[in-house]
């Protein structure tokens, strides 16, 4: 009898022991086992109605303007309809004397309560009122290339730049041009551009995949050894036809394809005329400017030529039009906003290049500066792919805009192509950040 | 003697039966407190598996200058799984990759003259998105590129946040009823931008069809409603496609509505090839048959959308006009456009029977340009337990919601 019951005591302690542990072994809600990540929803929400920096206007507009009203609207539609938000903005004090760092500004919420599990995100906005510091990316960083070449030689002369001169639009587009490279190269002259053709860096850049400006307008500078008599005259003059110097518009086309350039014309028709001072002392472009040889219209057939490999041959075909006003793409119009370049909206082109180029040598256009106009486009980048392939081989950014330029436009057109990227470095200045914080609780289910 | 046998006997039966039913009951104590960690965790999986999707671009990308291309544009398999637009950072995916996963919802389409089969997502007469299948990313090779092939399946749905419901009010003159609405409520007093497009069936280029293009602003009211009059136009004998912007707070969303006065013939758009923009417009009674085939003209062009909410035209080049007839006729089978761009758009392709017989269809380039949802993966229903997880992205300004559906393949059973 007395094992019975010691048995008996025993089962009571393993009872108990169960009766225990199932007390503190308590099951937690299925909400709970396997919850929605609503910290993350939160910061996604966040980033959703900041998309095009509307919360970050809205959250700096007094208390009573209707736009709280729109924000209210934009995040119960945003939100799945079991959950619920409360909606923070505090002002970030950052002046010397706050005692605290974050002051309430309002609070919006579409309940009383968030349940019984809720999570926050907070998201800091910037008044866009204010002008930060920025460091912008370098073009080269990535994939290669980051030099930039502006063609500042002083033996030569340029054309359709009147008001300026070649210098002065060079040191123009250092500034503006400078920050966004890996390496800026003023090219000083003729001989300097004849070594960068033949493959030989000045300062150790890379020579591949670099931007090569011409800031001569529609002529191009010329190195004395592509010209009559001298050692490469092969590679610069074609003889017995009218304008013998389309040739080294060729070779100008071959070495953008070979180094895969970016060969920037800023004005006018690209290489009308090739210009030393040197070696065309005493011959002039018909209008009194000295040290120049027309190429005429065949100057920018021949670099197209040599751009998609094909044989040089004498072509004096005219391949712009005048459209007259045209208009910047909405894409140059979103990055004139992006980088703080403001040139005129609307300008004069007089030599925009026919689309019927793009199919004869395999040109895409990989940026419209502005609207096509009809067959023609006042400015443009053509990327240069041979068919079958996918590998861009040489791009030309030309602008068919009237005289005198705008450099802006040419800063606008590489960096609407490039696209570096601006890292804003300070949100400190007082009263122009706020803090948002959403914080979204489940209702409704267990 | 016997008594203390019975004793024990009678001690050792109870105890015995007490440990069994105590190893029991606490078993199954055990057993749901391993269910709870494992649901835990499979939450935590699907929240992980989520972010990994669409916080990274895939591989590979390459790099033209500084712009980064993704793998959805370079006609490969990606040997990295992920769905974020290079360009960005965050949630904003690309409309490219996203189209080139296979829509698990819709109905294979095969087209004969190619021999080729097509992932699907059609919502609707006239709105065409149909991706070769081998050129689709599948759902067992994006599984294994996340490293979760045979251990845990998902499904993947990413869906507007913004829909723009659009209904024929009144034919003629024509009144259309629009209705705006976000993921739980109206989008009330949004402002609503839209473009009007009716074909003309002979006013393009050599008598080829056209369209024409009306563009206006509205806004909605507190239910997110509004109506919009055509005053002059016949929508029972014309055809013609409304397209809608909504936009409120940072949200924006897009609709369309289409009616076409002849579906007898019409065109279907696959496309060919991401990399290079090859677009196959085919005679529909090569892809679905029916009744009274016919040869159609037609006349194909690539709009996109500008800041202001309009339209801008990209020429196509060759083939953006052209014949099509249906059966043997090789000649006319189908013809090839190439939209040279990778930024997002429609392809909008007018087609014509006769002067009073035509019809549009649109395709996007990209999927947000119609805001067509895309559902990639295994079907949860009859799963064990499944993990949801919610992220907002944006998807080329037009605000979708992304949610993960994810289970384990490890075998485990829900008890009680």
Redesign the interface.
Known sequence: MMRTVEILLVVIIITAAFIIASIYAVLPLPRRVSPLNLRRIALTTLQTLDMNHDLSEIVFKPENDSAWGQLQIALAACLPPNIVYNFTVYEVQSGEGQTELYRLIKTVSNAESLGIASDASSYLVASSNVTFRVIPEKIGERGGGGTLYILNCSDANGWWVTGYTAQSLAADLYNLLSPYFKTTIMVQNTAQLGQILNGSSLEGETLQNAVVINTFGESVPIPQEYCQGYERQNEGYYPNVTYPYTRYCYTLGQKTRIHNWTWVSIVGYPLYYVSNTAVFWNQQNEWGIYGMQKTYQGGVNAFLQGLDNKAFQYNETKITDNPGVVYLSSQAAYYCNYYGIYPSPYQTSTRALSTSILNYYHLNVSLYLFNQVNNYIPGAVYCHIFQNETRTTGKLLALGLTRTPDVRLTALGLLSYYKPRLYRSEYTAVGTARLVVLQLGQVGGI | MA?STI??L???I??LG?LLL?IS??NQ?LQ??IL?QR??N??AKC?DLL?NMLLNPGYPVE??????IEWAK?NCTPTVFGLQDP?FT??RLSPFSLMRLNYSEGEPVYYSKTGQWYSNITIGFGKFLLVPMSKALNYSTAARLLGINGTYGFRLTITP??TVSISEEQPNPLILSVKV??????????SLSYCFITVDPTGGEQAYPSYRTNYDTTLVDDEGSALLSFSDFDGTSESYVLIVYAH?????GVGYHEHVNYKENYVVPFISDF?TGLVLLAHSWDVHQGANPAEITYNATFVML???FEL?EI?L??GKIGKLNYGQDPQHAYKNVTI??H?PGILVVTYRKSAQECGVVLMPWGINSLAFPVVFGDSPFSKE?V????????VN?I?YQATLALWSYEGYQVVG
């Open positions: 008594g004793d024990h009678i001690s050792v109870v105890f007490a105590f009951l606490f104590t749901t407190a709870y649901h835990r499979l939450a929240s972010d790099w033209e200058g500084n712009h980064p370079l360009e965050q949630y946040i913004v609405m976000g993921a739980g409520f109206p989008l009330a007093h949004a409120l707070g940072g949200l924006m990399e500008t800041e202001d801008r020429p080049g060759v040279s761009t930024n337990w993990a949801t997880d919610i992220r907002q992205v944006i300004d605000a």
